[in-house]
């Protein structure tokens, strides 16, 4: 990006009308991927100058058990559902987590679901890191990967969404696809970077379990019909989107949240116009269908 | 610009927890549990009922539900108060109909100060946990470790001397702790805390004491007031979560549905069918074990 600039520079302006639709590999209409987000939040976490992490002195006891739920409970109960209607997972994974739990990374891993890193924990930001600790960071961040799951990271959502001007290149520059951080589109664009070939790789962060119940604060079955209203206004447009599921187990995972999130996992695998598949899947597919782009 | 090196360094990087308060262990992983009467869904009421001083203290933090305006706070004083003089009534009354035993989570302040609504609470059957000293007896790291350990003393004691009953649970205000917390739980006597919501059936700490956790999501508080939605929204989603548990508790052993009542929000009038209609639904289906705390805790331990 250009820093200090007002406008950073991260992408060419195209407007949605006029663009050329193309059909994913199956020949659906919409590329549906669903994001799991597999993390670990620290009890007692240092404190990053620029953002604090928990709302409450340590242990904020609601905050860190909550989110333990999902390494306990909401994983399993989650994927299980994931599994019965042919979804895979592209995980957001906080990379500690193949060493704390290991459990859940084979599980996921045991699936067929792809990884792509969220920083080393979802309590350590990236503000404030100079090039150096960037680095670290991504290099940390392929190497846990590798070793615990033999597979080689494609893809970045910066830890708890914290960025610095430089996170872009750097991923690129280590040979990253696709950031999941940018969110001007509903399909994959060229990103600009000093090197590599990044693109953007919509995440529909609008539709993030997280937005639903604690921003919008909508009840299951209200988040459930708007995941639905959000794939069929997508699958009656132009052929060539993606849609993304961002998931916490922690939240999907609870007891009366699960059975609304079911029906909507029915509803798209029984629906052609859907292409239910993982983030580096349409990474590839839509470099296929876009040569010129990355040239 | 750059961070302190330390914020690169994770000296608790390791399999397991970046704490010893208790081990990890995933849910499917675990011996399965039969609750009694081979139902597979014990159904756990808990009722808060607190008494907020008018003057609210903001040491350790200002409790959920305490004063909002400035001095004096009519509104929220007296409706407080309401929850504990006339909702609190019309759920016991609903709870005998039903024929449902629950456990009610008390400030001190309630027995010093209103020993009939504990006379009651034991008359009916119902479980009082221990619930701080009253509104203004927050926890969290930085309390000094000797206050801490006076204000559970003191809560547990007051509920004892006037319900007569053995306390064993205690629900901090806010589910807030600190690091001493469990400990000194442990050495006030108590065989349980219900604050750690990362688990929907009990397990136990590394001192002993066991955690039967009450899901803080399925709360009324968090529906009807901080997420603002109906009570038939609220009941809808409790069923949700009893089907869903009682096909679960079928294939892979008994679960438990902790449900957090406050008298001040699911006692109003206006709220108060939906709620009653709720306990005979939940009462008509075959998987539900309706349970106190105390009860879930001796079923769990008789099984590890």
New interface residues.
Partial sequence: MQEGAADPGLYDFTPYRGRKPFAWPNGGKVAVWVSPNLE?Y???P?L??HRKAWA???????G???R??A???G???MAEVMSKHGFPGSVSLSV?LC??????VADANARGWEFFSHG??NT?YSY???E??ER??IEDSIRTVREATGQTIRGWLAPALTHTPRTLDLIAEYGMDYTCDLYHDDQPFPVHTRSGHLISMPYSLEVNDHYG?FVY?M???EYARTLINQFERLAAEQSGTVMCIPLHSYLIG???R???FEEVLRHIAADDRAWITRSGDIAGAWRAAHPEALS | MSLDPAYLEYPNRRLGYDHDLYPYSPLPKRKPLAWPGGKGVATWFVVSLEWFPITPSDKPFRAPGHMQTAYPDYRHYTSREYGTRVGFYRLLDAFAKAGVRVSVAANAAIAERYPQVIADIVAGGHELIAHSTDMNGTIASGLPEDEERALITHAVTALEQVSGQNVRGWHAIARSQSFNTVNLLKEAGLDYCVDWVNDEVPWSFANGVVNVPLNHELSDRQILTVQQQSVDSYAEQVLDAHDWLAAEATAQGGRLLPLHLTPYIIGLPYRMDAFERLLADLSARPQTWFATGAEILDSYRSQM
Wanted: charged share 20%; glycine share 4%.
């Fill in positions: 670990y620290e009890i007692d240092p990053n100058p409450k002195p340590h242990p904020d006891v609601v860190y058990a909550h333990d739920h390494n306990r409970v994983h399993w109960r500690a060493q704390h739990h290991p459990e859940v080393i924990y350590r404030g890191m100079d150096a600790q670290a960071i119940f604060n009840s299951p079955r609870q007891p009366h699960i059975g609304p």
